[in-house]
């Protein structure tokens, strides 16, 4: 499965956003079932990011966000999410 999160940056933030996101995607690449993820910055709209991370299953996912360590490197990159649906399974 994957995930997909997109992200609305206001350009001041967009350095310490940057930051941030790299130590997120270093505590997810902690936690079991983690196979991969990136960071991608829209070409059209220089605000819009999108976070792509892949996983072993559901179960993987959703015990590696749990993961006190990824909640406390997620909460600022999370604050700039857009609310919608960003799991896709591909069984």
Same mark, same amino acid.
């Given at each position: 499965? +994957?995930?997909? *999160?997109? !992200?609305? &940056?206001?350009? $001041? /933030?967009?350095?310490? +956003? !940057?930051?941030?996101?790299?130590? !997120?995607?270093?505590?997810?690449?902690?936690?079991?079932? +983690?196979? /991969?993820?990136?960071?991608?910055?829209?070409? $059209? #709209?220089?605000?819009? +990011?999108?976070?792509? *991370?892949?996983? #072993?299953? &559901?179960?993987?996912?959703?015990?590696?966000?749990?993961?006190?360590?990824?909640?406390?490197?997620?909460?600022?990159?999370? &604050?700039?999410?857009? /609310?919608?649906?960003?799991?896709?399974? *591909? $069984?």
């Amino acid at each position: 499965m +994957f995930a997909v *999160t997109r !992200l609305r &940056v206001p350009a $001041d /933030d967009v350095p310490a +956003f !940057l930051a941030a996101a790299g130590e !997120l995607l270093a505590a997810l690449q902690a936690r079991p079932g +983690f196979l /991969d993820g990136e960071l991608g910055r829209a070409a $059209d #709209d220089p605000q819009l +990011f999108a976070l792509c *991370t892949r996983w #072993d299953g &559901v179960g993987a996912y959703r015990r590696g966000l749990s993961a006190a360590e990824v909640k406390i490197a997620g909460a600022p990159v999370w &604050v700039h999410a857009l /609310d919608e649906p960003g799991v896709y399974l *591909t $069984d």
